[in-house]
């Protein structure tokens, strides 16, 4: 199993980016996609994450700013990031909660990061 992510670059403040996520591989299910963030210095945290057909959880930091969505069929999470901000600087990293297999448990996977900066 692979998550590729995409879409990092430089913005500036005010500016919109577009995250994806697409998991390929050896996938039965997948329940929560979501993304993490991780500044210089501090803490990786939760950005967004949707389980599947449930309603979408977002950090305060990013409520009316960024909006998560995923396309089931494809095995993606897109995150469209609008009004951002130097504080929104970051690693981006999608996960995936995920069964390789029938019987298998749920399992988190992780993408490779993705580099956000936000600066004029």
């Known amino acids: 199993v692979q998550l590729q992510a995409s879409g990092g670059g430089l913005v500036q403040p005010g500016g919109s980016l577009r995250l994806s996520c697409a998991a390929s591989?050896?996938?039965?299910?997948?329940?929560?996609m979501g993304w993490y963030r991780q500044a210089p210095g501090k803490q990786r945290e939760l950005v967004a994450a949707?389980?599947?057909?449930?309603?979408?959880n977002y950090a305060d930091s990013v409520k009316g700013r960024f909006t998560l969505s995923r396309d089931n069929a494809k095995n993606t999470a897109y995150l469209q990031m609008n009004s951002l901000k130097p504080e929104d600087t970051a690693v981006y990293y999608c996960?995936?909660?995920?069964?390789?297999?029938?019987?298998?448990?749920?399992?988190?996977?992780w993408g490779h990061g993705t580099q956000v900066t936000v600066s004029s």
């Open positions: 949707v389980p599947s057909g449930a309603n979408t």
């Open positions: 996960t995936a909660d995920l069964k390789a297999g029938w019987g298998q448990p749920f399992t988190r996977y």
């Open positions: 591989g050896s996938i039965f299910m997948i329940n929560v």
